[in-house]
């Protein structure tokens, strides 16, 4: 199951706010979701963008792909580069399969 963050259109005509979800890719835009994970009002000066940082992170490392729009909004609240500096150290979990600079200095030793 292919799984996506992105957004959820609610609100009145004219007068949108945007719900934060992952949902089931083939899911229709405003069907269902998996889990609500923040919400999003452009209209609000500033825009209001409220996203659980912790659920946000748990869904990309297990796998699920951010919405052009998620993605830039994950940028402004800062998510996105802990993800970024959290996927370049190695996972215990992986293998033990290491960077290119930690095989290096292995082999040196």
Request: cysteine-free; proline content about 6%; hydrophobic content about 35%.
């Amino acid at each position: 199951m292919a799984v996506r963050i992105r957004l959820r259109r609610m609100g009145k005509t004219k007068r949108p706010y945007y719900r934060v979800v992952v949902a089931d890719q083939r899911s229709p835009r405003d069907g269902r979701f998996i889990e609500n994970i923040g919400r999003y009002h452009p209209l609000e000066d500033p825009s209001l963008i409220e996203i659980d940082e912790e659920r946000a992170l748990h869904w990309l490392r297990v796998g699920a792909q951010p919405s052009n729009t998620v993605k830039v909004l994950m940028t402004k609240t800062g998510i996105w580069e802990k993800f970024e500096s959290s996927k370049g150290s190695t996972d215990p979990r992986a293998g033990g399969a290491g960077t290119k600079e930690t095989k290096a200095a292995a082999e040196a030793s």
